[in-house]
């Protein structure tokens, strides 16, 4: 391991401790940095601009043509979306091309089920506004859930003890009602472009310290996380339809993107993965390690998965490390999916509902 892996490690178990136990002192921002980075906040929220009207509203049910397969047809899936506005899928147009529905079909796809997506994430959604998502989500008793979080909690200066506590505390709160959680850990702020040095550097450092911080949480209170991190930065260059309008939040090309990455996770944590590709063990190219040290090296490396060895208590401290190979969602951008309750719009032109530039 790396001496930045490393050093990433010892700050994330650190924060991570702090959120278990009540620790202060491991606020994201150091003071000296307070008057820098607010004067490069400003520049950059005036280079990203604010993007306007509500994400398209996609909650329904997706592969109903699979209703119909079996003697005895099964209720569908019930797949929750938690989080801030990428969650939500601010920066499309048609709800097929926001996360959750392109999630939802291809869980329905490997399923061959229906999945009923229900999507409560909120643009500008920060880990404190996880618990009146819960509220939202656990009447509809999901089979489980994705939270897409951290953004927000970097940008607005949240402590990282608070924020990590606060997602943790959600990820008890799903699996105590019996359901799965996979966490798309906070992305790697120092790829959008918009953002300049040193504003770059430091977003860069504390959105990977916030992602490795997050994986100790989520594994320890059992769920899994994949790493969102750079997935798209290295794309943006050549292929700026990446990104939507404002160059920060994805485009519908950034949010398949992102969906592929996640889905065999999604698929793995209900036993749905195709036996072959799910070994007891593990397999060449995965590594068990200590939870911290698995969640540094995850933030270094977008789309690898951390997931607890064995069940309980202790063995949460060592984590599987999988790197997954991406699948492609059925159809073209999931154009095939069918949304059967509520019909699929195009989305409206309220300018109210993002929280504000720069929030996701």
Same mark, same amino acid.
């Not at 229900?118 to 939202?136: F, P, T, Y």
């Not at 607005?156 to 990820?171: D, I």
């Not at 949480?217 to 059992?222: F, K, L, N, P, Q």
């Not at 292929?239 to 592929?260: L, V």
């Given at each position: 391991?790396?001496?930045?892996?490393?050093?990433r490690?010892?700050?994330?178990?650190?924060?991570?401790?702090?959120?278990?136990?009540?620790?202060g002192?491991l606020?994201?921002?150091?003071?000296?940095?307070?008057?820098?980075?607010?004067?490069?906040?400003k520049?950059?929220?005036?280079?990203?601009?604010?993007?306007?009207?509500?994400?398209?509203?996609?909650?329904?049910?997706?592969?109903?043509?699979?209703?119909d397969?079996?003697?005895?047809?099964?209720p569908?899936?019930?797949?929750?979306?938690?989080?801030?506005?990428?969650?939500?899928?601010?920066?499309?147009?048609?709800?097929?091309?926001?996360?959750?529905?392109?999630?939802?079909?291809?869980?329905?796809?490997?399923?061959?089920?229906?999945?009923?997506?229900?999507?409560?994430?909120?643009?500008?959604?920060?880990?404190?506004?996880?618990?009146?998502?819960?509220?939202?989500?656990?009447?509809?008793?999901?089979?489980?859930?994705?939270?897409?979080?951290?953004?927000?909690?970097?940008?607005?200066?949240?402590? &990282?003890?608070? !924020?990590?506590?606060?997602? @943790?505390?959600? $990820? =008890? /709160?799903?699996r *105590?009602? +019996?359901?799965?959680?996979?966490?798309?850990?906070?992305?790697?702020?120092?790829?959008?472009?918009?953002?300049?040095?040193?504003?770059?550097?430091?977003?860069?450092?504390?959105?990977?310290?916030?992602?490795?911080?997050?994986?100790?949480?989520?594994?320890?209170?059992?769920?899994?996380?994949?790493?969102l991190?750079s997935?798209l930065?290295?794309?943006?260059?050549?292929?700026?339809?990446?990104?939507?309008?404002?160059?920060?939040?994805?485009?519908?090309?950034?949010?398949?993107?992102?969906?592929?990455?996640v889905l065999?996770?999604?698929c793995?944590?209900?036993?749905?993965?195709?036996?072959?590709?799910?070994?007891?063990?593990?397999?060449?190219?995965?590594?068990?390690?200590?939870?911290?040290?698995? &969640?540094?090296? !995850?933030?270094?490396?977008? @789309?690898?998965? $951390? =997931? /607890?060895?064995? *069940?309980? +208590?202790?063995?949460?401290?060592?984590?599987?490390?999988?790197?997954?190979?991406?699948?492609?969602?059925?159809g073209?951008?999931?154009?095939?999916?069918?949304v059967?309750?509520?019909?699929?719009?195009?989305?409206?032109?309220?300018?109210?509902?993002?929280?504000?530039?720069?929030?996701?």
């Open positions: 391991m790396s001496g930045t892996q490393e050093s490690a010892r700050v994330a178990r650190r924060i991570a401790t702090a959120a278990a136990y009540g620790g002192g606020g994201l921002l150091g003071v000296g940095l307070v008057g820098l980075l607010l004067t490069e906040s520049l950059a929220v005036q280079a990203i601009g604010i993007l306007e009207g509500d994400p398209p509203k996609a909650d329904g049910v997706y592969g109903e043509a699979f209703a397969t079996g003697t005895e047809p099964q569908p899936l019930v797949l929750a979306f938690l989080g801030d506005s990428t969650a939500a899928g601010l920066g499309v147009l048609r709800a097929r091309e926001t996360p959750g529905a392109l999630l939802a079909a291809g869980l329905a796809s490997v399923a061959e089920r229906p999945v009923r997506l229900i999507n409560v994430a909120r643009s500008g959604g920060r880990s404190a506004n996880l618990s009146g998502q819960l509220e939202l989500a656990l009447p509809h008793r999901p089979d489980i859930a994705v939270i897409m979080i951290g953004a927000n909690d970097v940008t607005r200066h949240s402590p &990282a003890q608070l !924020a990590v506590r606060q997602l @943790g505390e959600a $990820v =008890a /709160a799903l *105590a009602n +019996g359901c799965e959680v996979v966490v798309g850990t906070c992305p790697d702020l120092g790829t959008i472009k918009p953002v300049h040095p040193p504003l770059r550097w430091v977003a860069r450092r504390l959105s990977r310290q916030l992602a490795a911080a997050q994986t100790i949480a989520v594994v320890e209170a059992g769920g899994r996380t994949v790493s991190g997935l930065g290295p794309e943006f260059a050549a292929r700026p339809e990446m990104f939507a309008a404002d160059r920060y939040h994805p485009s519908a090309q950034g949010y398949a993107t992102a969906a592929m990455a065999p996770s999604l793995a944590a209900l036993g749905l993965w195709p036996e072959e590709d799910r070994p007891s063990g593990p397999v060449p190219g995965d590594t068990v390690l200590p939870v911290a040290v698995a &969640a540094a090296a !995850a933030a270094d490396r977008a @789309g690898t998965e $951390v =997931a /607890a060895v064995g *069940a309980e +208590g202790a063995a949460r401290r060592w984590a599987l490390l999988r790197h997954r190979l991406r699948v492609g969602l059925p073209s951008l999931a154009a095939e999916a069918t059967a309750r509520p019909p699929e719009t195009d989305g409206n032109t309220s300018a109210s509902s993002h929280a504000g530039a720069g929030d996701a």
